[in-house]
């Protein structure tokens, strides 16, 4: 049976459904289903388009897997980076991203990086996309990532 993701704004009820690709990305599937769940801020980035990421434990390492430059709209990712290896970026990273459009491409500062897609959205992609937008326009929102109920 498929593992699913609920993925919540609190502040507007809104919720969307993301099923584990466990078969493409088993490691990363178990360890972000192991840890959930995680809660934050959901913002928006700066150099990928339309994407969101929710900052994790930074000391989180999960080795690459089911790797992409180009997501579509509906795919989460994970990503992980050691501090020092951007310039004014001093601190290690670990983060969930969220791809609600086309166009994006997972990126920072000095260009593309590679993402692990660990999950798709199957339910209300619509509404997270409105989310994501308002997050574009009006600053971060209060997030949460949880299992869902089977």
């Known amino acids: 049976m498929t593992k699913h993701l609920r993925l919540v704004f609190p502040d507007s009820g809104e919720v969307a459904l993301a099923a584990l690709l466990e078969g493409a ?9 192991e840890r959930a769940p995680y809660d934050g801020e959901l913002w928006h980035a700066m150099w990928s388009g339309p994407e969101t990421y929710l900052h994790i434990d930074p000391s989180l390492r999960i080795k690459p897997e089911n790797q992409a430059f180009h997501t579509l709209p509906g795919d989460v990712g994970f990503y992980c980076m050691d501090g020092g290896r951007l310039l ?3 601190n290690d990273l670990a983060e969930l991203a ?24 199957v339910d209300n992609q619509d509404g997270f996309a409105q989310m994501c937008r308002r997050i574009h326009r009006e600053g971060v929102k209060r997030f949460r990532v949880e299992r869902a109920e089977q």
């Open 88 to 90: 004014d970026w001093p």
């Open 98 to 121: 969220f791809f609600y459009d086309r166009g994006a491409r997972p990126s920072f500062m000095d260009g593309p990086v590679p993402m692990n897609i660990f999950a798709r959205m």
């Open 25 to 33: 990305a088993p490691e990363t599937c178990r360890i972000i289903w």
